[in-house]
T-cell receptor, first 115, second 115 residues
Framework: DAGVIQSPRHEVTEMGQEVTLRCKLI?????LFWYRQTMMRGLELLIY????????DSGMPEDRFSAKMPNASFSTLKIQPSEPRDSAVYFC?????????????FGSGTQLSVL | AQSVTQLDSQVPVFEEAPVELRCNYS??????LFWYVQYPNQGLQLLLK??????LVKSINGFEAEFNKSQTSFHLRKPSVHISDTAEYFC?????????????FGKGTRLSVIA
C-alpha cells in the first residue's frame, strides 16, 4: 500500500489566491483527519470525517477554510482567500473507524507558504 | 476535556547518552496514550502506545514509555540515543479508540542528537 498521499508537497501562493490541498486515504480506511502544524501552535486538528461525513469542524479557523470528501478515498482542503497567517504544514491522516485512535497513518504533508 | 503537556520544546543530547522526553496529560476518565515520531520532512508515525495491561511499553527501536496513573504521566525514554533518533516527538491521549473522539496531541518535543 502506498500510504496516505498528499499533494502538492509544497505550495507557494500570493495572498488572496485560492489554495486546494489534496489527500488520498489508504484503501479501506474510512476516517479522515486534517491537521495544521505551526511552530507557535503545534499540531492542530482542523476537521475530521467518518464514512465521508464531517463529524467535527470546530478546529477550522475561519469560513475561508472548507473541506470535502467527494468520495470515500479522497479529500480536499480549500482556503479561499488565502492569507499569510495560513502558512503552515498541513497533514491529513486516515484510519479505520472503530480503531481510529489506535493508529493514525499520516501523509507527508503540504508545506504552504502564502506571501 | 483532555489535554497533553510536553514540558520541553527542545532537548539536545549527545550520542549514546540517555534521554527522557516528558509528557503529562489530564483527563477525567481512563485514557489511551501514544507517542508519535516525526522525522524531518515526513508525516507522523506511531512509535508506541499504551492501551491496557503492562504499564511499560516498548518500541522496536529501543524507546520505552511508562504509564503512571497517579502522576498522570507517560514519559518516553531511551538508554542510549543515536543520531538517527533526531526527530520531533509528540505525545497524544484519547479517551476512546473509536472514531467518536479524536486524539489530542501535545505541542511536540524536538530531540536533537549531537555527535
Amino acid at each position: 500500500d502506498a500510504g496516505v498521499i498528499q499533494s502538492p508537497r509544497h505550495e507557494v501562493t500570493e495572498m488572496g489566491q485560492e489554495v486546494t490541498l489534496r489527500c488520498k486515504l489508504i484503501s479501506g480506511h474510512n476516517s479522515l483527519f486534517w491537521y495544521r502544524q505551526t511552530m507557535m501552535r503545534g499540531l492542530e486538528l482542523l476537521i475530521y470525517f467518518n464514512n465521508n461525513v464531517p463529524i467535527d469542524d470546530s478546529g477550522m479557523p475561519e469560513d475561508r477554510f472548507s473541506a470535502k470528501m467527494p468520495n470515500a478515498s479522497f479529500s480536499t482542503l480549500k482556503i479561499q482567500p488565502s492569507e499569510p497567517r495560513d502558512s503552515a504544514v498541513y497533514f491529513c491522516a486516515s484510519s479505520l473507524l472503530g480503531l481510529t485512535n489506535e493508529k493514525l497513518f499520516f501523509g507527508s504533508g503540504t508545506q504552504l507558504s502564502v506571501l | 476535556a483532555q489535554s497533553v503537556t510536553q514540558l520541553d520544546s527542545q532537548v539536545p543530547v549527545f550520542e549514546e547518552a540517555p534521554v527522557e522526553l516528558r509528557c503529562n496529560y489530564s483527563s477525567s476518565v481512563s485514557v489511551y496514550l501514544f507517542w508519535y515520531v516525526q522525522y524531518p520532512n515526513q508525516g507522523l508515525q506511531l512509535l508506541l502506545k499504551y492501551l491496557s495491561g503492562s504499564t511499560l511499553v516498548k518500541s522496536i527501536n529501543g524507546f520505552e514509555a511508562e504509564f503512571n496513573k497517579s502522576q498522570t504521566s507517560f514519559h518516553l525514554r531511551k538508554p542510549s540515543v543515536h543520531i538517527s533518533d533526531t526527530a520531533e516527538y509528540f505525545c497524544a491521549v484519547s479517551e476512546t479508540l473509536s472514531g467518536n473522539t479524536p486524539l489530542v496531541f501535545g505541542k511536540g518535543t524536538r530531540l536533537s542528537v549531537i555527535a
